[in-house]
């Protein structure tokens, strides 16, 4: 049995490739939980494989991410652009997040939009010097609100057909 056999045939590969796939930026669970469900997973097991592999890279994000913009800027100076964009989206998203702290932190990872999650979330923590004791469990809520969201529309949806 190759590779994609494996993932699409079992549950078990079903299952980690919506964790890796909910780990990447932009996708998250937003897109893990309808690839999990694509895949034959139910809707529970989706739901918890992505909001797992949305979880793991955040709190290497809040903690290491302001280190790694600096190393770029240092050692890979042809990718100043991409860091500043994503200061700036981190500074521009976190004025929304400043006023409520870590209420309007969990709020706004669990808008389940473009441009909101975990990944953004995380950032904007960073940037914003919040604690990882205290920043990841209003992420963790947020990204559990907006699984449960993403759950909910993603069954609405395959229920109709």
Do not use: C
């Amino acid at each position: 049995m190759d590779f994609l056999q494996w993932i699409n045939n079992t549950d078990l590969g079903a299952f980690l490739s919506t964790v890796v796939v909910s780990m990447a930026p932009v996708l998250e669970l937003r897109f893990g939980i309808p690839w999990g469900v694509a895949h034959g997973l139910s809707h529970f097991a989706a739901f918890v494989a992505a909001v797992i592999g949305n979880m793991i890279p955040l709190p290497f994000i809040v903690v290491y991410i302001r280190r790694i913009f600096k190393w770029m800027r240092r050692h890979l100076p042809q990718l100043d652009r991409v860091v500043d964009k994503l200061e700036a989206k981190a500074h521009l998203k976190g004025r929304k997040v400043t006023k409520y702290r870590y209420l309007g932190l969990m709020i706004f990872v669990a808008i389940p939009l473009p441009g909101t999650g975990g990944w953004t979330g995380a950032l904007v923590a960073a940037f914003l010097d919040m604690s990882l004791r205290k920043s990841l469990p209003a992420i963790f809520a947020g990204v559990l609100i907006a699984g449960f969201l993403i759950t909910g529309i993603t069954f609405g949806f395959t229920s109709f057909f």
